[in-house]
């Protein structure tokens, strides 16, 4: 994977590459050039503007046969002067989506499931973190009139944050970029990949292409 070259959001004060701080270039620069499963196609993207005085964005997706499986962005969030609900200086925030099977659209269970997958593969990497939150949000659709010979389908979406634990003053945000992309992996329906994965059930994977 090629090293990306991601945007930086215009805080209040103009920031930009150069001027943006320290701490936020180096955390920054732990998401770029991982080494990552061939699977996932990753690229920079541009970040929200108001959630924070510096941003960074990332969007991947999990592609077999090319077919997309799975995809979601991963927003890395800094404001030096910390943020309450932040309990730090740092935020992640994701959103992760992919197409289910019918036997686990149907299971009462899968929102909890979900939500273990997240913090079980932050766990899974041994990387420290504080104050996650989140949705898990499943939808249904079904197709009529010109599209009636579409199977009905239940999509999955995870919108999550968590604050990465800062070491002198930087999260090690290759750690969560991994973890992340293990979570993705799990619900796109891959068998593990990478280490800390043993005893990881993940989501049946999709058999052909689906109509969106």
Do not use: K
């Not at 998401?31 to 993207?45: A, F, K, Y």
């Not at 197409?99 to 686990?104: A, F, G, I």
């Not at 579409?150 to 945000?173: F, L």
């Amino acid at each position: 994977m090629a090293a990306a070259q991601g945007h930086l959001s215009e805080g209040p004060d103009g920031a930009d590459g150069e001027s943006s701080p320290a701490a936020f270039r180096q955390a920054v620069a732990g998401l770029q050039g991982v080494r990552l499963r061939p699977e996932i196609e990753i690229d920079p993207t541009p970040p929200p503007q108001r959630l924070a005085p510096y941003s960074y964005a990332l969007e991947a997706a999990v592609v077999v046969e090319e077919e997309e499986l799975a995809d979601g962005r991963l927003i890395l969030l800094h404001d030096p002067n910390g943020h309450e609900a932040w309990h730090g200086t740092f935020r992640l925030v994701t959103i992760l989506q992919a197409d289910l099977e019918p036997e686990m659209a149907d299971d009462p269970l899968l929102p909890e499931v979900c939500w273990s997958w997240l913090t079980g593969a932050l766990e899974a990497r041994r990387v420290p973190y504080g104050a996650p939150g989140g949705t898990v949000t499943r939808a249904s659709s079904h197709y009529f009139g010109g599209l009636a010979d579409r199977s009905p389908s239940t999509r999955m979406e995870i919108r999550a944050s968590w604050s990465p634990t800062a070491v002198d003053g930087v999260p090690d945000t290759a750690a969560h970029l991994a973890a992340w992309c293990d979570l993705l992996c799990q619900i796109a329906g891959l068998p593990p990949g990478g280490s800390g994965d043993a005893g990881v059930v993940s989501l049946p994977q999709r058999r052909g292409p689906q109509g969106r």
